[in-house]
């Protein structure tokens, strides 16, 4: 998630934590998308899913 105000991005934070989402956070989009792409060495860049935010896989 990427927002420029640390207040905004902590409270997005807590409800999408609070929702079961697994989030990382970013200051900007610029940092959001390099972070993006880091995690995602050596593929595309950019895939079809996003890592920055994504459900946590639950145990069955």
């Keep these: 998630m990427a927002a ?3 207040d905004i991005r902590e409270l997005v934070l807590l409800k999408l934590q609070q929702a079961g989402f697994d989030v990382r956070l970013a200051e900007d989009g610029l940092s959001a998308l ?7 060495a050596g593929g595309s860049g950019v895939g079809e ?7 946590p896989r639950r145990a069955t």
Excluded at 34 to 40: C, D, E, L, P, Y
Excluded at 49 to 55: A, G, S, T
């Design 4 to 6: 420029d105000d640390a």
């Design 49 to 55: 899913h996003c890592p920055l935010c994504e459900r």
């Design 34 to 40: 390099a972070a993006q792409i880091r995690q995602q």
